[in-house]
């Protein structure tokens, strides 16, 4: 068994938190804003039209990114519904207790 030490990770990050993954799902949110972007220029020639570029990818960004106790808002709606799908009735009582 290596020991390896506290603070070297075992993925790939650009920065601290912010490695491939993350890269992946703010790129993904700037195509979406950019798709509501022509969408809206269909409708409006408003400058106001530029933050459907900038509010899904920052709100990508900050659904990807993990916090301090290591799990991102993704991980965390993924388990919760993991959770959500398991028995919570049980079907047997000890009587006498």
Known sequence: MY???KNISAKFEFFPG?????LF?????LL???????LLGIFTQSPARYLAIFVPAG?????????PDGNSVISLIKCYLKWSKKQKK????????
């Open 32 to 38: 979406t804003g950019f798709l509501f972007y022509l």
């Open 25 to 29: 799902f703010v790129l993904a949110g």
């Open 90 to 97: 049980y079907l047997y009582i000890q009587e006498g207790m």
């Open 18 to 22: 912010f490695g491939w993954k993350e």
């Open 59 to 67: 709100l990508s960004y900050f659904l990807s990114v993990p916090g």
């Open 3 to 5: 020991q390896v030490p």
